[in-house]
T-cell receptor, first 113, second 113 residues
């Protein structure tokens, strides 16, 4: 059973529209992360969270909001989607346990037209 | 995260042992060496990590130079499933909060039958 799931797996949005990407984890990890991955840029951190109710800005937070309503769920919100936000988005969960390992979801492919 | 240098690509054949090098000449004393791998259309997967001593697990052997300025991920008896992009990254592990990941291009390992 997959421990980190993302929905939707694929999404086509229009410029200016609102997009919500959802992530659920069953690892009982405190930390959750949203990354985007683009060719030529590798993996870049957008927002992260240390627990329910907390969100922190990552390296590229502009144009994105995050919400962590519970231990299990972490959402990434694009209030006004732009074509530059076309990318693959990965959610991950992790926790301090001597390893600081992160477990990734399968990714969401977002196309903004 | 401090910079690491990896070859863009490496090739191997099933059953061989593969040595994936990583250079990190400016590594700090509190930085761990982590390896993740990623196959197309999937999220990154943790492989192994180490600080000073060589480490081994079911996936790989990590050899760390005595001056810690380089490391080598050793994959034995590679199979087609080991074909992936391998990322060598440095982490300052923060107990209690975890830490973000930042991937570059990594090294693409191709495995031939």
């Amino acid at each position: 059973e997959a421990a980190v799931t993302q929905s939707p797996r694929n999404k086509v949005a229009v410029t200016g529209g609102k997009v919500t990407l959802s992530c659920n984890q069953t690892n009982n990890h405190n930390n959750m992360y949203w990354y985007r991955q683009d060719t030529g840029h590798g993996l870049r951190l957008i927002h992260y969270s240390y627990g329910a109710g907390s969100t922190e800005k990552g390296d590229i937070p502009d144009g994105y909001k995050a919400s962590r309503p519970s231990q299990e769920n972490f959402s990434l919100i694009l209030e006004l989607a732009t074509p530059s936000q076309t990318s693959v988005y990965f959610c991950a969960s992790g926790d301090w346990g001597g390893r600081d390992t992160q477990y990734f979801g399968p990714g969401t492919r977002l196309l903004v037209l | 995260d401090a910079k690491t240098t990896q070859p863009d690509s490496m090739e191997s054949t099933e059953g061989e042992t593969v040595h994936l090098p990583c250079s990190h000449a400016t590594i700090s004393g509190n930085e761990y060496i982590y390896w993740y791998r990623q196959v197309p259309l999937q999220g990154p997967e943790y492989v192994t990590h180490g600080l000073q001593q060589n480490t081994t697990n079911s996936m790989a052997f990590l050899a760390i130079a005595s001056d810690r300025k380089s490391s080598t991920l050793i994959l034995t008896h590679v199979s087609l499933r080991d074909a992936a992009v391998y990322h060598c990254i440095l982490r300052v592990v923060q107990q209690g909060t975890g830490s973000k990941l930042s991937f570059g291009k990594g090294a693409k390992l191709t495995v031939s039958p």
